[in-house]
């Protein structure tokens, strides 16, 4: 399970860090409130503000760390059960987890939705307007259309109950970067089996690890990045995860160069 915090190091800041996160930095955007970013009543009325971060937001100015390229090892080496993640930057995808690895719980820019006739799009269809600033429009019918981000309130997608089969399989749950605010997300960690390890890497005790401690969980308390490095030492997987982390680079180079 993975939040915001995961991202910090790719120079995404997350949502409720006091200082950096983006809840305390929203003045710009001129919102009766913070959250009202991501509130579909607002989005009716104003979405310029939501398109405003989804530009900072949207897929191809930030790149993986070695948290991503961790959990792309785990899945080279058939230990991924599935990756449920909150954020919405793709970086998982951009470090070569397969989607269909991914419950990304609260949706993507990969694809978007017309907000009056439901028309779908993909996201790359979007970039010019998101980019220069323009409020995309459906070709059909002029509504606004949407990247298929989860506004508080709406539902989930569908694959999200994807949990019900997974978290009873799992052998081991690692939860990194995340406060676990916002449910139904933050819930999850209780849906693994009371006898499995529980391991939270984040720099902030969270959640059930901080008021409903099971005896099988473990706290690495610090820099994600840190915590990640020092499991995957403690693994003996040190050069698999860095050669992963340099061939993203190398690759993210190769395409600046194109
Ligand atoms: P939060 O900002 O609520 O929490 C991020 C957590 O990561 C905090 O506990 C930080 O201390 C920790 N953290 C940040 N950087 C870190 C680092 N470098 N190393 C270790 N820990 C670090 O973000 P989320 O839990 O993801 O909704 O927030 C959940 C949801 O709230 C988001 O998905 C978003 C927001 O409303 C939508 O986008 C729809």
């Known amino acids: 399970m993975a939040g915001a915090g995961i991202s910090t190091p790719s120079g995404i800041p997350d949502f409720r860090s006091p200082g950096s996160g983006l809840y305390h930095n929203l003045q710009r955007y001129d919102l009766p409130y913070a959250e009202a970013i991501f509130d579909m009543d607002f989005f009716h009325q104003n979405p310029n503000p939501f398109f405003a971060l989804a530009k900072e937001l949207y ?105 019900l089969t997974d978290f009873p399989l799992a052998d081991l749950l690692i939860v990194m970067g995340t406060s676990l605010e916002v449910e139904p997300f933050a819930s999850l960690a209780d849906a693994a089996r009371g006898s499995v390890t529980r391991l939270l890497i984040n720099r902030d005790l969270v959640g059930p690890f901080a008021w409903r401690r099971r005896p099988h969980d473990v706290v690495q308390l610090g820099d994600v990045v840190d915590g990640v490095r020092a499991l995957v030492d403690a693994l003996g997987w040190t050069r698999e995860v860095e050669a992963l982390v340099a061939a993203g680079a190398e690759k993210a180079a190769a395409k600046t160069e194109e």
Request: with cysteine; charged share 25%; net charge positive.
């Open 59 to 163: 897929p191809g100015k930030y790149r993986p760390n070695m948290t991503h390229y961790f959990v792309r090892l785990l899945h080279k080496k058939s230990q991924l059960l599935r990756m449920y993640t909150q954020n919405i930057d793709g970086l998982e995808r951009l470090a070569g987890i397969p989607p269909q690895m991914l419950v990304e719980a609260h949706g993507t820019f990969a694809t978007a939705t017309c907000t009056v006739c439901w028309s779908k799009y993909d996201g790359e269809k979007l970039r010019p307007d998101v980019m220069s600033g323009r409020v995309p429009k459906c070709s059909t019918c002029k509504g606004v259309v949407k990247p298929d981000i989860v506004f508080f309130g709406e539902e989930l997608p569908p694959y999200f109950l994807k949990y």
